[in-house]
């Protein structure tokens, strides 16, 4: 028996990926489950084999491997016109939701109301949450004593304030010189990169992290608008980088929204929370982030820019992604990466966990008044 996707009417398709966007609870693992469940092992729209193949190939690639998922096998039953409409159906629920949420959070001031205690008792939950993933993608990921060493020496980078625009790909480079034993040449990368960001000089590191909380409002204040254009830049950053899981992206998103001052570090959290409480990628809460950032344009260009990637790999590439991931030096190269973007996110969230503990105190008050 072959298997293979019914014919289905572009409108169909997208109804069919909405009704997965509506019901993509409990992160990727329970979204990829229920896409493997209806679409293979039901509806025999392509064979075990075949998907996880597919799924393989985009656990190697930046993005949400659920989402590319839905764009790919959309494409099978529709070509490109069907997987847009199917990437677009299964993001649009939380798009909207979380688009609605944004809008709410700013319009009542959360943070000043009755609810912000709450908030706040909710952001130490989600530090857990990303402590757990932590530990979670360095099971998969730190699988040697280079790329432990690889994801150590990325966290002290960033503690220093070493841009990851020279972080990430040194990390790449060095473990793919490793893997074939130029030792030599791995450590002479190493000292160029730090070299290059010796001359760049540090951006805000832990110390300024460290600081009272309170200036971001200043500093959110001072700060000068984004542009639409910088806004959609910085979600197309962040959907090219995230290897290894949704939780990858918090670095990238954070490095702009909080080092720019679009916003503060208590309102990053909050958006990770309602993200989290949604049917959708965790990346969504790139759409709260843009909304602060440029209000409901801002939304758009940032949701636009983190899903481009995810919508890009599947329907420009589809046909090449296997030959691709098979390249023996682009893995290792991956791999590195990988390993460099866990030590990322191990350092942001002891700088998000400094913040909450400062806030704490606040937290106590709320619950005695």
Request: hydrophobic share 55%; glycine share 12%.
């Amino acid at each position: 028996m072959n298997d293979s996707p019914p014919a289905l009417s572009p409108g169909q398709i997208f109804v069919r990926f909405l009704h997965f966007g509506l019901l993509a609870w409990g992160g990727p693992v329970a979204q990829i489950a229920m896409i493997r469940r209806e679409l293979v092992d039901e509806e025999r729209w392509l064979s075990s084999g075949r998907f996880n193949r597919l799924l393989a190939i985009y656990q190697v690639l930046p993005g949400p491997e659920a989402h590319e998922l839905c764009v790919h096998i959309g494409m099978l039953a529709g070509r490109r016109l069907g997987g847009f409409l199917a990437g677009l159906g299964f993001m649009l629920p939380g798009f909207v939701l979380m688009f609605a949420l944004s809008w709410l959070y700013f319009t009542i001031d959360i943070t000043q109301s009755a609810l912000g205690p709450v908030f706040l008792g909710v952001q130490v939950a989600v530090i857990a949450l990303i402590v757990r993933a932590v530990h979670r993608i360095g099971e998969h990921v730190l699988l040697d004593k280079w790329l432990w060493g690889i994801g150590v020496a990325a966290a002290l980078a960033a503690f220093l304030g070493a841009s990851f625009w020279i972080t990430l790909p040194a990390a790449g480079l060095c473990y793919a010189l490793a893997r074939r034993e130029q030792i030599a040449l791995a450590g002479l990368v190493l000292l160029v990169a730090a070299a290059v960001a010796w001359f760049v000089g540090p951006e805000a590191g832990l110390l300024q992290s460290l600081a009272p909380d309170q200036a971001a409002p200043a500093q959110a204040a001072a700060a000068q608008k984004p542009s639409m254009f910088a806004i959609f830049l910085s979600g197309l950053k962040a959907g090219l980088l995230t290897f290894g899981g949704a939780y990858t992206v918090i670095p990238f998103l954070r490095d702009d929204a909080v080092g720019n001052g679009w916003m503060s570090d208590a309102q990053f959290l909050d958006g990770l929370a309602l993200s989290g409480i949604l049917p959708a990628p965790l990346i969504i809460f790139s759409t709260f982030v843009g909304y602060y950032g440029g209000g409901p344009l801002g939304a758009i260009a940032m949701t636009a820019g983190i899903f481009l990637p995810a919508f890009s790999f599947s329907l420009l590439f589809h046909d090449r992604l296997e030959r691709v991931v098979e390249n023996k030096t682009l893995h290792s190269f991956l791999e590195g990466v990988a390993a460099g973007v866990v030590g990322l996110i191990a350092a942001t969230t002891v700088e998000l966990a400094a913040t909450v503990v400062q806030r704490l105190p606040s937290l106590a008050s709320g619950l005695l008044i």
